[in-house]
């Protein structure tokens, strides 16, 4: 079963910034849409952020508003998000999936934990 794989999480100060990456090895497709969720502590999964696949329509979480740009390298079938100014209430494990999500492509996730 082939996942799709993300990277780029790790430990930062509030303030810092990370560049997730999302890639599906092995295997071209173009979905409609692509999306970057995060699952929270405590908290439900929640779409932070999503792109169309001709790049032209993207769409982010109040929360990540001017902070967070996702995009995609279609010659890589690879897929960025890119957060600056993160804060510790952006900490969580980020996924990315196509939106709707598919079942079966759901990876480990990379996890994002921000300090105060």
């Known amino acids: 079963q082939v996942q799709l794989v993300e990277s780029g999480g790790g430990l930062v100060q509030a303030g810092g910034s990370l560049r997730l990456s999302c890639a599906l090895p092995?295997?071209?497709?173009?979905?409609?849409?692509m999306a970057w969720f995060r699952r929270a502590p405590g908290k439900e999964r929640e779409r932070v952020a999503a792109?169309?696949?001709?790049?032209?329509?993207?769409h982010y979480v109040d929360s990540g508003m001017g902070r967070f740009t996702i995009s995609r390298d279609e010659a890589k079938n690879t897929w960025f998000l890119q957060m600056n100014s993160l804060q510790p209430e952006d900490t969580g494990v980020y996924h990315c999936?196509?939106?709707?999500?598919?079942?079966?492509?759901w990876g480990q996730g990379t996890q994002v934990t921000v300090s105060s």
């Open positions: 092995g295997r071209t497709f173009k979905p409609s849409v």
């Open positions: 999936n196509t939106d709707p999500p598919n079942l079966d492509l």
């Open positions: 792109i169309s696949w001709s790049g032209t329509a993207t």
